[in-house]
């Protein structure tokens, strides 16, 4: 049990963790000073989150696992993101487009894992949950004001759209650890969540005055294990103190 | 808030009114709400600890902070990090929110104000330099997490609001 209790906590650590990078590579590189510090603030929210459950994974994990271990240590295959998250800072559209197909999945995810069987993940939520309502305010208010915006800045989040839209079905492929995690009260059922997020989405959508895209759902396998070229490329840049200067501190 | 005294002394209680928040010096860890529970036993003295914001890196410093000012009383100072119940804005004490609008941050407003304020634009927020209320959002985000960043139509001075989080 406490193996797949383990990968579960990987699944709903990793999002946060590769998100929170991506966001962290616009430290200084935001398109205003007050888009940069709250797009950075965001990562810093995430980065907080995945350290309570890299905390809890390591001591359910034991051994010479720690925080830092889970973090800086695995490869690749070893990482259980959905692949929307790996996507890069194209520009400013890509970047709310992908925060805001997140952040309604996560407060979603958060609301129902306040009262898992799990105390531990139920305290984790409830305490990520209240950040994330102001991760969602902020890229909602966003798309709205892009999408509404001038023709141009219309445009740019709608081909946004067409992009990232097909990825966020991954949310709600309900693998096996997911499936036994809900049948234990531990996890949320995502197939009824699947419903609530697309509703939720296509209303916002529809005030941001964007299309929904016709495009199918792309089949990814993020969370299995597999993902794009890009996460590669973000290892290499995430882990590079721990593979250089093993068990290095601050 | 209430913080869950145990078998404590007075000389202890003033140690950790002597812990700033390191962000918003002004303030002390008690005014702050995040001690949740002092506990004495023999010469070890047990503090829970809570986070503001998850991913706050203050809480490390003030952790440090508060062992070595009650260290320095001659316990041996154990701090844990507990996260439920989540801290709440409203775990600032009076004489907090009165030290922090001095210092320049907007206390937080009750929560369907404070959405107003966020989500309407709404004009509530008093200015911390002349008291208008003639202020508007410009980030919801601010020097950090827990901050969103004001200006004064009247006085057109900027200056920070800490939000209200529940």
Same mark, same amino acid.
């Given at each position: 049990?406490?193996?797949?209790?383990?990968?579960?906590?990987?699944?709903?650590?990793?999002?946060?963790?590769?998100?929170?990078?991506?966001?962290?590579?616009?430290?200084? %590189? =935001?398109?205003?000073?007050?888009?940069?510090?709250?797009?950075?603030?965001?990562?810093?929210?995430?980065?907080?989150?995945?350290?309570?459950?890299?905390?809890?994974? $390591?001591?359910?994990?034991?051994?010479?696992?720690?925080?830092?271990?889970?973090?800086?240590?695995?490869?690749?295959?070893?990482?259980?993101?959905?692949?929307?998250?790996?996507?890069?800072?194209?520009?400013?559209?890509?970047?709310?487009?992908?925060?805001?197909?997140?952040?309604?999945?996560?407060?979603?995810?958060?609301?129902?894992?306040?009262?898992?069987?799990?105390?531990?993940? $139920?305290?984790?939520?409830?305490?990520?949950?209240?950040?994330?309502?102001?991760?969602?305010?902020?890229?909602?208010?966003?798309?709205?004001? @892009? =999408?509404?915006?001038?023709?141009?800045?219309?445009?740019?989040?709608?081909?946004? @759209?067409? %992009?990232?839209? /097909?990825?966020?079905?991954?949310?709600?492929?309900?693998?096996?650890?997911?499936?036994?995690?809900?049948?234990?009260?531990?996890?949320?059922?995502?197939?009824?969540?699947?419903?609530?997020?697309?509703?939720?989405?296509?209303? @916002?959508?529809?005030? $941001?005055?964007?299309?929904?895209?016709?495009? /199918?759902?792309? %089949?990814?396998?993020?969370?299995?294990?597999?993902?794009?070229?890009?996460?590669?490329?973000?290892?290499?840049?995430?882990?590079?103190?721990?593979?250089?200067? /093993?068990?290095?501190?601050? | 808030?209430?913080?869950?005294?145990?078998?404590?002394?007075?000389?202890?209680?003033?140690?950790?009114?002597?812990?700033?928040?390191?962000?918003?010096?002004?303030?002390?860890?008690?005014?702050?709400?995040?001690?949740?529970?002092?506990?004495?036993?023999?010469?070890?003295? *047990?503090?829970?600890?809570?986070?503001?914001?998850?991913?706050?890196?203050?809480?490390?410093?003030?952790?440090?902070?508060?062992?070595?000012?009650?260290?320095?009383?001659?316990?041996?100072?154990?701090?844990?990090?507990?996260?439920?119940?989540?801290?709440?804005?409203?775990?600032?004490?009076?004489?907090?929110?009165?030290?922090?609008?001095?210092? =320049?941050?907007?206390?937080?407003?009750?929560?369907?104000?404070?959405?107003?304020?966020? @989500?309407?634009?709404?004009?509530?927020?008093?200015?911390?330099?002349?008291?208008?209320?003639?202020?508007?959002?410009?980030?919801? *985000? =601010?020097?950090?997490?827990?901050? $969103?960043?004001?200006?004064? %139509?009247?006085?057109?001075?900027?200056?920070?609001?800490?939000?209200?989080?529940?």
């Amino acid at each position: 049990m406490n193996d797949k209790l383990y990968k579960y906590l990987l699944m709903l650590g990793d999002n946060s963790m590769i998100l929170g990078h991506r966001l962290s590579e616009l430290c200084g %590189h =935001g398109p205003s000073l007050e888009t940069d510090i709250a797009l950075t603030n965001i990562s810093l929210d995430l980065f907080g989150q995945v350290r309570n459950i890299f905390q809890y994974a $390591a001591k359910l994990k034991g051994a010479n696992t720690t925080e830092d271990s889970i973090a800086f240590l695995r490869t690749a295959r070893q990482h259980h993101n959905c692949i929307l998250l790996e996507q890069p800072n194209t520009d400013f559209a890509h970047v709310i487009i992908r925060q805001y197909l997140f952040d309604a999945f996560q407060k979603l995810q958060l609301e129902n894992l306040c009262e898992s069987a799990d105390d531990q993940i $139920a305290a984790i939520a409830a305490k990520s949950l209240k950040e994330t309502n102001y991760h969602v305010r902020f890229s909602a208010e966003w798309c709205k004001r @892009l =999408g509404a915006g001038t023709s141009e800045s219309n445009q740019k989040m709608q081909e946004a @759209l067409n %992009h990232l839209y /097909p990825f966020s079905f991954e949310f709600f492929e309900q693998n096996e650890i997911e499936s036994e995690m809900y049948s234990k009260g531990i996890g949320p059922d995502l197939n009824r969540l699947k419903d609530i997020y697309f509703s939720q989405v296509k209303t @916002l959508l529809s005030t $941001a005055e964007l299309n929904i895209p016709d495009s /199918p759902a792309r %089949h990814t396998k993020g969370k299995s294990g597999i993902h794009s070229e890009y996460l590669g490329y973000i290892l290499s840049d995430f882990q590079y103190m721990q593979r250089v200067y /093993p068990n290095m501190q601050w | 808030m209430v913080v869950e005294l145990n078998n404590i002394d007075k000389d202890i209680l003033d140690a950790l009114a002597s812990v700033p928040d390191p962000e918003i010096p002004v303030i002390n860890v008690i005014d702050l709400g995040v001690v949740r529970q002092v506990k004495k036993v023999n010469k070890q003295v *047990f503090i829970d600890l809570t986070p503001t914001y998850t991913g706050c890196p203050a809480m490390d410093m003030m952790s440090v902070d508060i062992k070595k000012a009650i260290d320095a009383l001659g316990y041996e100072t154990f701090v844990k990090l507990v996260i439920k119940p989540a801290w709440s804005t409203d775990w600032i004490s009076e004489e907090g929110r009165r030290k922090m609008e001095e210092y =320049g941050i907007a206390p937080p407003l009750e929560e369907n104000l404070d959405k107003r304020v966020l @989500l309407d634009g709404e004009s509530l927020v008093s200015c911390t330099h002349c008291q208008s209320t003639n202020t508007k959002m410009i980030s919801q *985000f =601010g020097s950090t997490a827990c901050k $969103a960043l004001f200006k004064c %139509h009247d006085c057109l001075e900027p200056f920070d609001y800490f939000k209200c989080l529940k």
